[in-house]
């Protein structure tokens, strides 16, 4: 029961981040900085702070009561992943809900996997996974093999983005991904989906703060709400300084005021995009303490993602008018990442 519930709530922690970005559809006449850094404060600032309110009573006290040490490493993960983040965002411009969301989640799940064991191979540490740990367990070679089958998934799809860019016209290709671009597109989205995987570690790092918010006799289910605070500060950071950046090479702070936008209306749904975005974390957290396997827990919230995310790119038709030929690449693509996805989440719980 305990497994299905952590499934459930990794579910809709997945339906969540899948869908956050449609909000910003709904934005007119902003520049894309505007309404990623409104819908950013939201997401970093404003609602996890709340929802650690509401969930972990007490919850700055805990944070003070932290050591400098993991304040520090928490943070610096979280602006790490701020870089993810916010190419995230941009992966999506120009690739789409569909073959953006695939190539940087499959990169996020492999390197995931990964990057700490590589880490820990040179730093030991009790009770971690080190790159040996990987190349000589039964389970440890489950999740390699994961691994290249998710690279593999990844090649298939970025075969499929240059099958569509070579079939389509360009104003078909503005007509399914306004401002698509394949090759500026894979290579944001390929850095986006490695810093993002950044994210997990910051968890780990902050792990410390949610042990002492179950200690102190807070609802575990909520224990990460705790560590989303400091972590997200990190992610702030990095994201609010490019987006100034780009105001100020743009001339595009007057986006905020300008009252022939409809203002009231894209600082709704920017606000909608950026509590949307954080609530996929706040049903992760709710799903990773049923589950209690942090490695499986990232990678099946990976795999619903890309399903949620592929469902509105076939939604918004981002595919319509290709050969059935690319059809069939991208949906064998998609399904090689989210096999892929499942095997390393099921060499995790082996170990």
């Known amino acids: 029961m305990q497994a299905i519930a952590g499934i459930i709530f990794h579910f809709i922690g997945g339906f969540a981040s899948g869908s956050f970005y449609m909000p910003f559809k709904k934005v007119r006449s902003w520049h894309w900085e505007n ?83 590589i880490y820990f191979n040179f730093y030991p540490a009790p009770g971690k996974t080190s790159f040996h740990d990987l190349l000589t367990t039964g389970w440890g070679r489950t999740v390699l093999a994961g691994v290249i089958i ?34 500026k597109g894979l290579v944001v989205a390929i850095f986006s989906g490695i810093m993002s995987a950044c994210f997990n570690f910051g968890i780990e790092a902050g792990k410390p703060m949610a042990e002492a918010a179950v200690a102190a006799g807070m609802n575990p289910l909520f224990q990460n709400n705790v560590t989303y605070v400091v972590l997200l500060w990190g992610g702030l950071t990095t994201n609010l300084i490019w987006c100034v950046i780009l105001n100020l090479r743009n001339k595009s702070f007057g986006d905020y005021t300008d009252k022939k936008t409809p203002l009231l209306k894209n600082y709704l749904f920017s606000a909608l995009a950026g509590t949307t975005w954080f609530l996929q974390f706040f049903f992760y957290g709710m799903g990773e303490s049923k589950l209690g396997n942090g490695a499986s827990s990232w990678i099946l919230h990976m795999a619903f993602i890309i399903l949620v995310a592929n469902m509105w790119g076939i939604l918004l038709k981002e595919w319509k008018g290709v050969s059935p030929k690319t059809k069939t690449t991208i949906t064998v693509g998609i399904a090689t990442i989210i096999f892929s996805v499942i095997l390393v989440g099921y060499g995790n719980s082996l170990k």
């Not at 650690?52 to 993991?70: D, M």
């Not at 998710?150 to 007509?175: H, S, T």
């Open 35 to 117: 309404y990623w850094i409104i819908g950013g404060l939201f997401s970093w600032l404003i609602v996890p702070p709340l929802a650690a309110w509401l969930t972990v009573p007490g919850f700055s006290s805990i944070i003070r009561a932290a050591s400098p040490e993991i304040i520090r490493y928490t943070m610096l993960f979280g602006l790490l992943w701020g870089f993810g983040g916010l190419t995230y965002g941009l992966g999506v411009r120009y690739l789409g809900m569909s073959l953006g969301n695939s190539v940087v989640l499959g990169f996020c799940s492999a390197f995931g996997a990964l990057v700490p064991a």
């Open 150 to 183: 998710c690279l593999l998934g990844i090649y298939i799809c970025g075969r499929a983005g240059m099958m569509k860019e070579k079939e389509l016209p360009e104003e078909k290709k503005k007509e399914s991904v306004a401002e698509f671009s394949l090759v």
